[in-house]
């Protein structure tokens, strides 16, 4: 997929991401968990992330230890999900996130997108990166060995007050 890019967003793009962290069915795979971020919703997984606060996070997002892009196909000229990285001074390790947008899905843009977000950490002189997510989520750790990550440990959290089993996946760049 060469018409995959990463595109940095300007403060002014940032109604993609809004409208991603709004729709349930994107954010599905975040619903259930006793985190702490401001705008969550437990039952939905979606994410407030009013006009507000896209100045903060704009600025929040322009420092070393962080990266942050959009997903762009140039063929059709839209946004199709986002991906980042950033330093995680409690594990002292990047961990990195992908993000595409629910009717995308199942069409090969996580892998090209994933394979560009560890270039982009690789230019920056980042030696791993981190991922971890739920076990049965065979597609997503189907893709992320595809590109080379490798199950590092067996996690166990709580969703929906139920165990659940997730993976810490980890990649040598």
């Known amino acids: ?34 985190v702490k971020y401001l705008g969550y919703d437990y039952n939905t997984g979606c994410i407030e992330f009013p006009k507000e606060r896209w100045e903060d996070v704009y600025n929040s997002r322009n420092k070393k230890d962080k990266y942050f892009a959009y997903v762009k196909d140039n063929i059709i000229n839209q946004f199709v999900g986002y991906v980042n990285y950033n330093y995680n001074s409690n594990y002292k390790r990047y961990d990195c996130g992908i993000v595409i947008e629910y009717k995308y899905r199942g069409k090969g843009y996580s892998k090209r997108a994933l394979e560009l977000l560890c270039y982009e950490a690789k230019k920056n002189n980042i030696k791993e990166l981190y991922d971890n997510f739920e076990k049965d989520r065979e597609n997503t750790l189907k893709i992320f060995k595809a590109v080379g990550f490798e199950i590092v440990e067996n996690q166990i959290w709580n969703k929906f007050d139920n165990e659940v089993e997730g993976v810490l996946v980890k990649i040598i760049l």
């Open 1 to 34: 997929m060469k018409n995959i890019e990463l595109y940095v967003p300007k403060i002014e793009d940032y109604w993609y991401e809004q409208k991603l962290q709004r729709d349930p069915y994107t954010m599905s795979y975040n619903a259930g968990y006793d």
